[in-house]
């Protein structure tokens, strides 16, 4: 959703406040509390909740996009609906899952990357955002000034080891940087985890801090807001951000099955109640920015360019990415790059029973409802409100010229070869099948913000001007291959002969006959 602060409908949404009032929101107060009883203390010692109210237990941690958890006005709407909230920090992601297991929390707020290596005993019931941008991998340019992109790294790694001074990379462990690490490391094959020396930080202020010490030789790092920002303003590289992969890092609820079996109306009416307070949000997002700043004891600007890089879920995208197939792909892509990385065994079989949209059924009609209301005044808030679907979004168009001319990102690492006949542009086979997963790779990525060029090459034989137009030729029909797959980015093809040999391989080998896939930063 965007961030623009839109005019208040107050008017239509006393309306719709009192349309989705007390006889939807309140629930059965005789009800049984779900861990101790109606007005005991909770298994975790929580304090006790009012009577004739429900005590629920909420752990996660300090991320700007959980502040409505958080915030007393949302606190205040679930004790008029009969939910008293204890939200608690834990900021170690096993322990968290654990205590969903033990009984210690009802629920947990997490990424999906964590929800799928810690295996709570739950399921997701509810999305919360997605970063596009709030989290970012950075490069150490004010120190090493050739350091511009993934393709520079070899070389200077290469260096560092020479002098027997190893380059670090810096980032908060078990958080969205970490899995943008692993992102890079599976994805880009100039970038290897172990070429650096890890250094795990809690915060990312920690990994900002040791990247601006001349003597900690870090390389880059991976931040979030404010930090990234910070670094850009001061000549550091953004090399990629969660807006160049804007499915990569996904924040959402999930619940206890004890929860889910025996409060399922608990569930519904927390959920809604947490929805409602987003689709305020969405119509002012001011108040959502002091609510930020308040929370985290941040500067409005602070808090403004946090907010800038998370895309919050209303209940009815996130009941459409349950039920149209999107959370499915997103848990298969995002597992398969823990699977690559070593920290998942196998992409679950059966992604769909990971998460269940029962329980937002009140929450998206409270939305549906609201979105009706609305879209005779204001259609551009009430398509906000529905959320937006990217594929339908039109690429801004750039020149070949423009993406040529582009910063590099880096080359994506091709599992398998993009092969062709001998002599020949037609691909063959198993070379089809590299770029069907290719195809796949590259969808990952936004073509708002990421564009392609396929540079093709070929071995010092034959003719020069020969071998200039074959790769030249199969460089285009790796162009129109990928097309065809739907890939909508911009993308050019370049044939470069055997202008740009490999270092240390004989021009004639046929090592040299070889297709880059190297992704840009465009607009």
């Given amino acids: 959703m965007s961030k623009t602060n839109y005019p208040a409908l107050i008017g239509t949404l006393t309306i719709t406040a009192g349309l989705l009032g007390s006889g939807v929101w309140y629930l059965n107060k005789t009800s049984p509390a779900l861990l101790s009883g109606l007005g005991n203390p909770t298994a975790n010692g929580s304090p006790t909740a009012p009577q004739g109210q429900t005590q629920l237990t909420l752990l996660g941690d300090t991320f700007s996009g959980y502040s409505t958890f958080r915030n007393g006005v949302f606190q205040e709407a679930l004790a008029n609906s009969g939910i008293s909230l204890q939200y608690n920090d834990e900021f170690d992601q096993a322990a968290r ?5 033990n009984g210690q929390a009802d629920l947990i707020v997490t990424t999906l990357d964590q929800f799928l290596q810690q295996q709570p005993e739950g399921r997701i019931v509810g999305l919360i955002d997605r ?23 070899p070389a200077l790694v290469q260096q560092a080891q020479a002098q027997g001074q190893p380059l670090k990379i810096a980032f908060a462990g078990d958080t969205p940087s970490e899995y943008l690490a692993l992102v890079l490391d599976t994805k880009f094959e100039t970038f290897n985890l ?18 601006q010490d001349p003597n900690q030789n870090v390389a880059l790092t991976v931040l979030w807001e404010p930090f990234v920002t910070q670094a850009r ?11 160049d992969a804007p499915g990569a890092i996904v924040d959402v609820i999930v619940a206890s099955e004890r929860l889910m079996q025996a409060q399922p109306d608990t569930l519904a009416t927390l959920l809604a109640a947490y929805y409602r307070r987003i689709d305020v949000n969405v119509r002012d997002a001011s108040q959502l920015q002091a609510q930020v700043a308040e929370d985290g004891n941040l500067s409005p600007g602070d808090a403004g360019a946090i907010l800038q890089g998370i895309d919050f879920f209303t209940a009815t995208e996130a009941q459409g990415w349950m039920t149209d197939g999107t959370l499915q792909r997103r848990i298969e892509a995002i597992a398969a790059v823990l699977v690559l990385s070593g920290r998942l065994n196998d992409v ?28 005779a005044d204001n259609p551009e808030l009430a398509d906000r409100l529905a959320g937006g679907d990217p594929q339908t979004i039109a690429v801004t168009q750039v020149t070949t010229e423009q993406v040529q001319a582009a910063p590099d990102i880096g080359n994506l690492n091709i599992q398998g070869k993009v092969e062709f006949a001998t002599g020949s542009a037609q691909i063959t086979g198993p070379g089809q099948q590299t770029l069907n997963g290719l195809a796949q790779d590259i969808s990952e990525f936004n073509p708002q913000t990421v564009a392609v060029r396929v540079i093709g090459h070929t ?65």
């Fill in 97 to 101: 899952a654990q205590s969903l297991a």
């Fill in 194 to 211: 172990s070429d650096f020396e890890v250094v795990r930080v809690a915060d990312a202020s920690e990994a900002w801090a040791l990247m």
């Fill in 459 to 523: 071995s010092k034989t034959g003719d020069p001007n020969l071998n200039q137009q074959l790769s030249q030729q199969r460089a285009q029909v790796v162009v129109d291959y990928l097309r065809a797959q739907g890939i909508q980015h911009n993308i050019v093809a370049e044939g470069k002969g055997f202008y740009l040999p490999l270092s240390g391989i004989d021009p004639t080998d046929p090592q040299q006959q070889r297709t880059e896939i190297r992704l840009v930063r465009v607009n």
């Fill in 131 to 153: 970063t596009v941008g709030a989290d970012a991998v950075v490069l150490n340019t004010p120190q090493y000034g050739d350091l511009n992109s993934l393709q520079d790294l």
């Fill in 233 to 243: 303003q001061q000549g550091y590289t953004v090399v990629l951000s969660s807006e």
């Fill in 348 to 375: 679950p079989s059966n992604p769909d029973t990971l998460f269940v949209d029962d329980f937002l059924t009140e929450a998206a009609t409270n939305t549906a409802t609201l979105i009706e209301l609305v879209r």
